[in-house]
């Protein structure tokens, strides 16, 4: 089943030509089924390029999945044509008399600011918080999983002497635990960070479970008891060339960076990456949507929150 998105948004005819069924909302009107409502918060300054690739994850689930974008007031993108923005987005104060079956908070390159420096942090808090009455289940990306846990529970993030940057194995620590159905004992998944959180604070809050991690990476998907909140410290919903797109930007711009790891043939940026995380994503949202959203949520929506069963 397809993501319901306006046929305006650049990424409708991206999705169309690799195959991924995408829905007009004119056409979605006529089909006599509840849409799982969906909101983005997208944080991420290349916002066309992010857009595209949650929904080919998403795409990929048998579940018609209507989408709301959100961009915050308190941050002015320079990156993202302004028409784009006005038409495709919102502003998280005008949907929160709204409730939603999940939503997706991306990550965003200010890692290295504490959190309360950066512009749009209360603006954060507020979703946040209005998430936890209004949101059956959130998925935090990267930083946004670093802010959510900061601002849940005070977990703290840690400056990384270099930054992770790269495909990293990692494994699960909970057997049969419905988000890592299908997955391989080992499996991979792309990093690209400059801070870290770590194991032992996450043990001393009793309200989370660490359910992955890896030996190179860290910590990689932590969730709440009631696994209504995701937390995931990498980027499975890369596409094959962003790490390379980041690394020849750095490289371009003269910054310290070293090579992908696990990524280019032989190490040699020359030669085309390997992709060794695609199914491993596709799986995780299309297990997040359908065992932690669409299994779980009220038929009537105005019932949300209630508990993962």
Known sequence: MPVIIPPTLPAKATLE????FVMDEERARRQDIRPLRLAILNLMPTKIATETQLLRMLGNSPLQVEITLLNTLTHDSKNTPPEHLLEHYV????????KFDGLIITGAPVELLPFEE???WNELQEVLD?????VHSTFHICWAAQAGLYHRYGIPKYELPAKMFGVFPHTANFANEPILRGFDDIFYAPHS???EIRRSDIEKVAEVDIISESPEAGVYIVASKNRRQFYVTGHSEYDPLTLK????R????????ALPHNYYPNNDPGQPPFVLWRSHANLFYTNWLNYYVYQNVPYDI???PQEWK
């Open 91 to 98: 502003a998280p104060r005008d949907i929160f008399d709204q």
């Open 250 to 257: 750095d490289v371009k711009k003269g910054l310290p960076i």
């Open 245 to 248: 797109g980041e690394y020849d």
């Open 118 to 120: 950066v512009d749009y």
């Open 17 to 20: 030509s690799e195959n991924i």
């Open 302 to 304: 105005q019932k949300i």
């Open 193 to 195: 960070r400059h801070t």
């Open 130 to 134: 209005w998430s936890e009455e209004n």
